[in-house]
Structure formats: structure tokens, C-alpha cells
């Protein structure tokens, strides 16, 4: 969690508060190994090593489909709130996150449209959320059971939703989202 990227042309530089900042290409096969020795100290020794890098000709997604996730602050606010401490936006790799609607109201927009700025999505389903978002993203530790409080208070593991892009159109900070 605690890894950040920069891209610049066809390198990628990778950034850790415990592992010295490491520059490749990951189209470089002669590249491959020294981004995975970077990265198995990171990795959990109760989980799958990574061993190699994937390609794809789309954007990939947790979904089966490619999508855009929405989140709202409120929801967070209410899950800090929940946990007594408050949590980074940056645990849920949200794409997007709105103000203003009342905490998990984006549970009812299933099957609806919002439309944000120029754009429309159509949402299709929750977030059913994993292991990561339990993880400080600045430090990359473990550190609050957010699947824990999720299930305890909601009886669920959710936490925002997914939307595919209906009517593609400029999106700008501040923009509004209108469920249509």
C-alpha cells in the first residue's frame, strides 16, 4: 500500500518509506528482476510472490468488467468515525470520491446513472472490499480492521461502488454528481 509510481516515458519510478527508490522499464525483460528483488522484501510471506510483470491491451480493473469506482466522503467519514480514528482516502484507490451524499447512499444508485461534470456512468455493483484497505498506504503496516467494522456494523465488506462509462465527457474537481 505504502507504494507510490511516477511515469515518465517509459520508465516507472517506484517510491517506499522502506526500500530505496527504484527506476525501470517494465517492458525491459532485463529490468524484471530487479523490480521483483525491490519488491519481495514488501511482500507477505504467508501470500504468493509476485513473479512476473502482466501486459494488458485494457485497463485493469478488480472488476470483470472496466470500470470507474465511486466513493463518498461521508461514507468514510462514517467508517472513521466507526473505527475511532481517520482513515486515508488513499486505502480504497478510489477514482473517484464525492461530497455530499448522505454515507453509503451509493449502495442505491445500482442500475442508476450519475452524471458528473460532462460525463454519465452507470453503476453496477458494491465494492466488496479486500485486505488492502485494512493497510496504512503511507507506511505499508497493517494497522485498523476496516473488513472487521464493515461486517460488525453493516453485514457486509462493502465499501463504494462500481460504474462503467455510459456517455464519456470531461470530469473536473469540484464537478457535482447528479443521479439521474
Known sequence: MAITAELAGDQVTLHHPDRHDLTFRPDDPNDIAAFLNWLA????????????????????????????SLLSQSSLDAL???L????SPDRFRGNLWLNGPTAFAEFDWIGRDI????????VKERITRCRATMTNPENGRVDVDTLGALKAAYGHQDFGVYAVVKTGGTISVNDEGTVL
Open 115 to 122: 452524471q458528473i461534470g460532462q460525463a454519465v456512468l452507470t
Open 84 to 87: 475511532g480514528q481517520p482513515l
Open 80 to 82: 472513521s468515525a466507526l
Open 41 to 68: 522484501p514488501l511482500s507477505p510471506k504467508d501470500r504468493a510472490a509476485p513473479t512476473h510483470i502482466v501486459t494488458a491491451d485494457q485497463g485493469m480493473t478488480d472488476s470483470p468488467f472496466p470500470s470507474i
